[in-house]
């Protein structure tokens, strides 16, 4: 076995991708020396944006993904302040219903 990392091509991902989608994982390891971990890796990452998610340049893609989880962060913290207001105002409405 060899000591050192291949770099694979997409076109060979997509042939191992293919391969694995027929065979099943731990064939096409063996076959193309592969890993399972990497084929899972490829898999989602093909999954998620297609065969342009094996391009070199991605950091269109990590800056976007990035932005995306600070604006989702950003939205669960706005809802969470909208909910606890929401629960404040029950809360003294129930409160003025019974003084009254």
């Known amino acids: 076995m060899n000591n050192h990392r291949k770099r694979w091509t997409t076109s060979e991902k997509m042939e191992i ?21 990497s084929i899972y890796k490829w898999k989602n990452i093909y999954d998620e944006h297609g065969e342009a998610g094996f391009s070199k340049n991605k950091t269109t893609t990590t800056s976007e993904s990035l932005e995306n989880r600070r604006l989702r962060r950003e939205n669960d913290a706005l809802k969470q302040l909208v909910a606890e207001k929401e629960l404040r105002l029950r809360i003294q409405e129930e409160m003025l219903k019974k003084s009254h």
Request: charge should be positive; proline fraction near 0%; glycine fraction near 10%.
């Open 17 to 37: 991708l293919n391969y694995y989608k027929l065979h099943g994982s731990a064939r096409t390891s063996r076959e193309y020396e592969v890993s399972v971990g």
